[in-house]
């Protein structure tokens, strides 16, 4: 039976490598929802990994990235490389799915077989964002694609740290967008390898660059590591080109001195830590009696006023119960 | 000495109690750092909390939240009732610390005994953010503050689960700041109690407002869960009693049909999830040697390329371990 399994998993895997589109929707699919299958197919495929280039590309809402991926993509393309595009669009409660959107202007591209485009949910994805894009983005490189990004639209901390699960980081920015310090206390100025001043065209770009400028030359980074400053003007297509390079160069650079190897590694470490905190998170919730028992005792904290045991107390007992059950069960 | 340290950690109980703010600062600092005294002194003052009320205050950068803030606690100082204010805001990596910013503007505040407010960094906080304030808004509330706000200037996911940890969460939106498909992406539209409309002396405000009837009208709530939507100028006080007096007719409403307390144990049953979380990932790497393992074990995986153990089959190597390492001890 499980070899059985093991079969059908080694097949879709076979399938995924041979450019298969929908073998490869499938195992996303698996990968999305924690379905032990994938971690069974990883097995499988892990040592194929680490062909594809994978941007992640970040920044503020309206600061223009999906258009931004969108050209980068059609340039890719122009040079013949395959591209896969993560795009994480928080879910909307009331549509029950990501949101289209931005998505919709993919249009041009979606016909393109050359492009493979994957849109996630940032809620009820199982075991977090970034364990989940990572695996996606794994899908996309076993699947051959030559350039894999990973695109997310928020701000906040766990959207960070998906860009920053990659090769290099681009954080895009815009004029008129809100001052810089709104992006720097969002955490988005220490993952950017190169930024990107979108919607160039528009007034505010030069003190925006300035302002960039004047921030890393108080940072005191070695010149290796200084992140250029790059402008664009996505929906015209311009500097697009002057981008493309600049993403080649930089990755060419930290293959040649080792940063980029150092990198994965590290990007590795992270991943290894998260895949072990989910799973100990699901074994907590899974072990049967232990969901109930925070229901009960949480019934008789209600509002916290006039209650025996504290949250923390709680906890502390919830956790010992499973330490102790799982240590039956190893004995048993 | 366990002794001697609980009645240390009794004191500063007693003082924050008192209303000290001195205390209040430290403990806030046990509570940021995860440190064990915090649990301790918790355990000593949960049955007296559940007297503050709680509002979760959050939308997206620029939207005028602290200024909003400033002027509901003037508002509220009118009425004789104490504020305690806990406003996150992301670390920056080169400052060190929270930004300032828009807490400069807070001065008008910081030399009225009858407001605390205490910056947060969401990064570097121990065992999560949410965990974190939920520990300080409680310190607030035992210190005796009549409104406690926590107010979140991201727009990610761990950023809106901060503040819908709270007796009514507001959503502060302004016209101009990008279509509200950008908030509903963000999911800020399902934590709202109540929408605020600020900067409403800018165009485009009738717009916005009609969008969120739209949105409200499609999504067919109860007509009681229906969130209202206000509009305010903060910069000039505008709407500031009428938002004053939606909040506490909101929260008398929800007190008297139960909704508050049903709220509170969902707050409550998220928090010890959490805490058990918290605890079982500080449990795995502190454990001495499955850090160790783990550097290891990546060193041997460099790039994913012709390892012979997947990122997966690591993780579930540092599973079993902490697990029998567990098992070791409870048998000893």
Known sequence: MTALDKTKEAELVARVKAGEEVACARMMTWAERGDPRFAVAYDAFHADL???????ITGPPGAGKSTLVERLALHWRGLDRTVGIVAVDPTSPFTGGALL?????????????????RSMATRGVFGGLARATDDIADVLDLNGR?????ETVGVGQSEVDVAKSSDLTLVVLHPGGGDTI????????EVADIYVVNKADRPGVDRLVQ????ILDVRDIP???????????????????????QIDASLAEREADGRLAG?????????????????????????????????QGT??????????????????????????????????
Chains 1, 2 share one sequence.
Request: glycine content about 12%.
């Open 223 to 245: 010149l290796q590591d200084r992140p250029p400053i790059l402008t664009t003007v996505a929906t015209e297509g311009t500097g697009i080109v002057e981008l493309a390079g």
């Open 146 to 150: 030559d350039m894999v990004v990973v």
């Open 211 to 214: 302002q960039l400028t004047d």
């Open 263 to 295: 990198r994965r590694g590290e990007n590795l470490r992270r991943r290894i830590r998260r895949i072990v905190d989910g799973r100990l998170r699901q074994d907590v919730w899974e072990l049967a009696g232990l969901s109930e028992r925070l229901d």
């Open 101 to 117: 959107g931005d998505r919709v202007r993919m249009g041009e591209l979606s016909l393109d077989k050359g492009v493979f485009i």
């Open 299 to 332: 019934a008789g904290l209600e509002s916290g006023t006039g209650a025996s045991v504290s949250a923390y107390g709680l906890a502390e007992e919830i956790l010992s119960d499973y330490r102790e059950r799982r240590h039956g069960e190893t004995q048993a």
């Open 182 to 189: 709104q992006a720097m206390k969002a955490g988005l100025m």
């Open 50 to 56: 680490g062909r594809a280039r994978r941007l992640g």
